[in-house]
Structures are given as structure tokens and as C-alpha cells.
Antibody, heavy 123, light 106 residues
Framework: EVQLLESGGGLVEPGGSLRLSCAAS????????MSWVRQAPGKGLEWVSV????????DYAESVKGRFTISRDNSKNTLFLEMESLRAEDTAVYYC????????????????WGHGTLVTVSS | DIQMTQTPSTLSASVGDRVTITCRAS??????LAWYQQRPGKAPKLLIY???TLQTGVPSRFSGSGSGTEFTLTISSLQPDDFATYYC????????FGQGTKVEIK
């Protein structure tokens, strides 16, 4: 059974930093691209970032480019999102999501999602 | 960026109704479209990918159609579990989601 478990969310002041983690199990982690998708309170879904299985390629939404860094540790089946220079508009539930297509380098459809972790940026 | 527009934003329906949600892309995306269901407080769930391929385990009352710029998600007979918000997602060029369609009880 595929499981994705996010952690690391919390309350942070504007300009601050936070590191999210996503522990994966139930599939061959290193062969799938992984993404972060966020959802602001009461709003829709926004794709944030993707990283290929081997970490060769990473892409970001324009809204987070230069502030967020995605990475992964395939030896520990864990995905990360390092968030810096946080703004109020980054407040959201952050989901990690497994791509539905093996060995892709760009985001496709998202076959499995974690339960999400809430990031609140406020003073 | 490819923009995705869903209509309607809200839909009121009753159990047993046939429901159709439309998703339009600002440019052709071939069949690179997925549909998700999200219940309140829960993560999205994949229903359909490649416009019309039903994800394993999803009830057959859900179906998807379309190609190019216009797509539809149809629920043939609405069940109590289906009252939720539905999102389309294009993955032809990068990826973007529609704004969502909330299916509520009439």
C-alpha cells in the first residue's frame, strides 16, 4: 500500500524558513517523480514543485521560484521542500504527491497524495 | 501558461442525478487531462487520467471525455459519497489545475 506522510508544517513569521518532509512507502520511490502541491485555505490546488526520480531535474512554479528548493533522499525514501523568505500568501496545506507515470522528469497526473501539512505564515 | 476553466463553479444536485462538469483549456492539451475528487478536509483523489482512463478502484459511474481544449467529467448517477469538489488538471505543458467545481446537495 502506497503511503505518503508529510511533516514539518507550522507557524512561521514572514521572511522565515521552514523545511517540509514527506516519508514515502509502498512503492519504488527512486523511479517516480514527486511533486509538492499546495492549497490555500478555502482555495483551489496549486502545483508548487517537482523533482525527477534521480534528482536530475527539478522545476518550480513561478510563485516560489528562487525561494523554495525541492530535494529527495532515495536512500531514505523521503522528499523535502525547503522554503525560505516565506510570505503570507504561502499559507496553505502542502501535499506531497506521487506521479502516476514511471521515470518522468516533468509533472504528470498525481496518483497518490499525502494527507498534507499546514504551513501558516503570520506575525 | 495554460489556463484551465471549469464550469460551473457550484452545482446543486440530488442523489441519482446525472452530473456533468466541463473543463476548458486555453490551448490544446491533446488528452493530457486528469480529474480529481476532494472531500472536505481530505487530500484529492485521482479519478481519471488521460482524459478518459478510469483510475483503478474508481466506480464506473465516473467517466471522462474530450480532447484538445474541451473536456467533461460525468457522474452517471450521483451517490451520497460524491458530494465533493472536483478539479481538472492539465499536464501537457507543466501543470495547472482548474479552479474547482463544488457539487452540493440540492
Amino acid at each position: 500500500e502506497v503511503q505518503l506522510l508529510e511533516s514539518g508544517g507550522g507557524l512561521v513569521e514572514p521572511g522565515g524558513s521552514l523545511r517540509l518532509s514527506c516519508a514515502a512507502s509502498g512503492f519504488t520511490f527512486s523511479t517516480y517523480a514527486m511533486s509538492w502541491v499546495r492549497q490555500a485555505p478555502g482555495k483551489g490546488l496549486e502545483w508548487v514543485s517537482v523533482i525527477s526520480g534521480s534528482s536530475i531535474r527539478a522545476d518550480y512554479a513561478e510563485s516560489v521560484k528562487g525561494r523554495f528548493t525541492i530535494s529527495r533522499d532515495n536512500s531514505k525514501n523521503t522528499l523535502f521542500l525547503e522554503m525560505e523568505s516565506l510570505r503570507a500568501e504561502d499559507t496553505a496545506v502542502y501535499y506531497c504527491a506521487k506521479d502516476g507515470v514511471v521515470a518522468t522528469t516533468r509533472p504528470k497526473f498525481f496518483e497518490y497524495w499525502g494527507h498534507g501539512t499546514l504551513v501558516t505564515v503570520s506575525s | 501558461d495554460i489556463q484551465m476553466t471549469q464550469t460551473p463553479s457550484t452545482l446543486s444536485a440530488s442523489v441519482g442525478d446525472r452530473v456533468t462538469i466541463t473543463c476548458r483549456a486555453s490551448q490544446s492539451i491533446s488528452s493530457w487531462l486528469a480529474w480529481y475528487q476532494q472531500r472536505p478536509g481530505k487530500a484529492p483523489k485521482l479519478l481519471i487520467y488521460k482524459a478518459s482512463t478510469l483510475q483503478t478502484g474508481v466506480p464506473s459511474r465516473f467517466s471522462g471525455s474530450g480532447s484538445g481544449t474541451e473536456f467533461t467529467l460525468t457522474i452517471s448517477s450521483l451517490q451520497p459519497d460524491d458530494f465533493a469538489t472536483y478539479y481538472c488538471q492539465q499536464y501537457s505543458t507543466d501543470t495547472t489545475f482548474g479552479q474547482g467545481t463544488k457539487v452540493e446537495i440540492k
